[in-house]
């Protein structure tokens, strides 16, 4: 689906690229903005077999490009050292390709909001149902069904791992 990854060493497998998804706390998704400019926006997300989890007010640019079209990617910068010395950074990121849609069914909702949940406020799953309860109907929930997933890391992350093994 996407180009061949032109520094091949330094891409992760489909394993590490997920691990590096899983590890971010926020990432930006990228859709088809208005005019023919991309819209790129921060956001918390979730992950659950297969797919990505986000929140939404119920209108904005966001949801209009995803109307139009429903392709998108998602971006994770799981690590990001500067090396002042070397005039680098060792990071290690990660691409999601999917489409996505606006969940309308409640269980849906319900179960994406609680994905959220889990990820960000594990110690107050109790108290989650409440909180969704009071949001979903205010609240856009957005499933990110991804079909492609690459990940990239500094050449010295890749060596370091590469010594791990050995």
Same mark, same amino acid.
């Given at each position: 689906?996407?180009?061949?990854?032109?520094?091949?060493l330094?891409?992760?497998n489909?394993?590490?690229?997920?691990?590096?998804?899983?590890?971010?706390?926020?990432?930006?998704?990228?859709?088809?903005?208005d005019?023919?400019?991309?819209?790129?926006?921060?956001?918390?997300?979730?992950?659950?077999?297969?797919?990505?989890?986000?929140?939404?007010?119920?209108?904005?640019?966001?949801?209009?490009?995803?109307?139009?079209?429903?392709?998108?990617?998602?971006?994770?910068?799981?690590?990001?050292?500067?090396?002042?010395?070397?005039?680098?950074?060792?990071? $290690?990121?990660?691409?999601?390709?999917?489409?996505?849609?606006?969940?309308?069914?409640?269980?849906? $909702?319900?179960?994406?909001?609680?994905?959220?949940?889990?990820?960000?406020?594990?110690?107050?799953i109790?108290?989650?149902?409440? +909180?969704?309860?009071?949001?979903?109907?205010?609240?856009?929930?957005?499933?990110?069904?991804?079909?492609?997933?690459?990940?990239?890391?500094?050449?010295?992350?890749?060596?370091?791992?590469?010594?791990? +093994?050995?």
């Open positions: 689906m996407q180009r061949e990854m032109r520094r091949k330094q891409a992760l489909a394993e590490e690229s997920l691990a590096t998804l899983l590890e971010g706390t926020a990432g930006v998704l990228a859709v088809d903005g005019d023919g400019y991309p819209y790129a926006v921060p956001l918390s997300y979730a992950y659950e077999d297969g797919k990505l989890y986000f929140h939404s007010a119920k209108a904005g640019h966001k949801l209009d490009a995803i109307a139009r079209n429903s392709k998108a990617s998602f971006c994770v910068i799981a690590e990001d050292t500067v090396i002042q010395e070397t005039f680098t950074t060792h990071f $290690r990121s990660a691409i999601a390709f999917g489409r996505v849609r606006v969940l309308s069914a409640v269980a849906e $909702r319900r179960r994406g909001l609680m994905c959220l949940a889990e990820k960000y406020s594990p110690d107050f109790p108290q989650a149902g409440s +909180e969704i309860d009071g949001a979903l109907e205010r609240t856009a929930v957005l499933e990110m069904a991804i079909e492609e997933i690459t990940g990239k890391a500094a050449m010295e992350i890749i060596k370091q791992r590469a010594g791990a +093994e050995e």
